[in-house]
């Protein structure tokens, strides 16, 4: 069963603080891992992708990726009210032993940035 | 400029009438997927397509159909809607990605079709 986990929250961070959020995947092989940004009735846009152990910073975003602990994270620094969304992580595993993957997605973190 | 439509972006239908939530892409992408979108369960895929012809099950099928006859259409069809159809639904392609291989498949999302059906 491939398996992509995320703390429901809701998470709630003033303004200007760093919010983190996580995400576990039960596939040791994937490679490709990917954090979706969607407002409430909008379809999910990509905000980051991360392939390689380690950090992967993107202006206010930060990528975590550790595969030995099938871990990976994002953070947001001096967060804004805009951030406000649900977040959802998403990870390439393979199907059905099919050696091309597809995405599977977690159920999403719900974010509240509050001024 | 590259983008996936979905049209209708809104429908409200009726038990057992048969309708169709078409999509299209302009970026060459192999890879088409459908998913949908419910309160407490996240993105749920339906169906995909790795390539023209080649369709497969995700993890909700059940009374759904679709094809994949031209690289840039995916069509979603329900035979005969029912109330438990009442959703959101995305339309989504990507390139394909070998799993575990290193490449990757940032998928690029329609936006949506909400779906009523009484």
């Known amino acids: 069963q491939k398996e992509v986990e995320q703390n429901s929250g809701p998470l709630s961070v003033p303004e200007g603080a760093i919010a983190s959020l996580n995400c576990t995947y039960s596939?040791?092989?994937?490679?490709?891992f990917f954090w979706y940004r969607q407002y409430s009735g909008k379809s999910p846009e990509l905000i980051m992708s991360?392939?390689?152990?380690g950090d992967k910073e993107d202006g206010r975003f930060t990528a975590q990726l550790n595969k030995a602990s099938q871990y990976v994270s994002l953070l947001i620094r001096d967060s804004q009210p805009s951030d406000s969304a649900t977040y959802l992580c998403?990870?390439?595993?393979?199907?059905?032993?099919?050696?091309?993957?597809?995405?599977?997605f977690g159920r999403g973190t719900q974010l509240t940035v509050w001024p | 400029e590259a983008q996936v439509t979905q049209n209708p972006r809104y429908l409200i239908t009726v038990t057992g009438k048969k309708l169709t939530v078409t999509c299209s892409q302009n970026m060459n992408h192999e890879y088409m997927s459908w998913y949908r979108q419910d309160p407490g369960l996240g993105l749920r895929q339906i169906y995909y397509?790795?390539?023209?012809?080649?369709?497969d099950k995700g993890d909700v099928p059940e009374g759904y159909k679709v094809s994949r006859k031209e690289k840039r259409n995916f069509p979603l069809i329900l035979e005969s809607p029912s109330p438990n159809q009442t959703s959101l639904y995305f339309c989504?392609?990507?390139?394909?990605?070998?799993?575990?291989?290193?490449?990757?498949?940032?998928?690029?999302f329609g936006p949506g079709t909400r779906l009523t059906v009484l």
């Open positions: 397509s790795m390539n023209v012809e080649v369709t």
């Open positions: 991360i392939y390689s152990n």
């Open positions: 989504a392609s990507s390139t394909s990605g070998l799993a575990g291989g290193g490449t990757y498949n940032e998928q690029f």
């Open positions: 998403a990870v390439n595993m393979s199907h059905r032993g099919s050696t091309l993957g597809r995405l599977y």
């Open positions: 596939d040791r092989v994937s490679q490709s």
